[in-house]
């Protein structure tokens, strides 16, 4: 049983920052890839960048120098940090576990939360 709770979204003015943190249930984090995801109004949801269990991350091109995903196997955590925010990154973020056990892989999604950014 995993559960995800995602945090830290909120108002940001263009150029601002802001840190938006995943915390996760259960014992299969450490083992896991962890992904951040973004769905804005009448788009598609789409990945904003990941990070597998050996640390190794991948950026969506439109976030790349912009944005840092981490993680704290110890605290069972994902942060996403999102420096020169714009408009365009206004969006609900979603943070989402993937793991391999039983008969293959298994999504877990966390409820999002909303980032604005405007003037």
């Known amino acids: 049983q995993v559960q995800l709770v995602e945090s830290g979204g909120g108002l940001v003015q263009p150029g601002g920052s802001l840190r938006l943190s995943c915390a996760a249930s259960?014992?299969?984090?450490?083992?896991?890839?962890m992904g951040w995801f973004r769905q804005a109004p009448g788009k598609q949801r789409e990945l904003v960048a990941s990070i597998t269990s050996g640390g190794s991350t991948k950026y969506a091109d439109s976030v790349k120098g912009r944005f840092i995903v981490s993680r704290d196997d110890a605290k069972n955590t994902v942060d996403l940090q999102m420096n020169s925010l714009k408009p365009e990154d206004t969006a609900v973020y979603y943070c989402?576990?993937?793991?391999?056990?039983?008969?293959?892989?298994?999504?877990?999604w966390g409820q999002g939360t909303q980032v604005t950014v405007s003037s």
């Open positions: 259960g014992s299969m984090f450490s083992i896991s890839t």
């Open positions: 989402k576990q993937r793991s391999l056990y039983g008969i293959g892989l298994h999504d877990y």
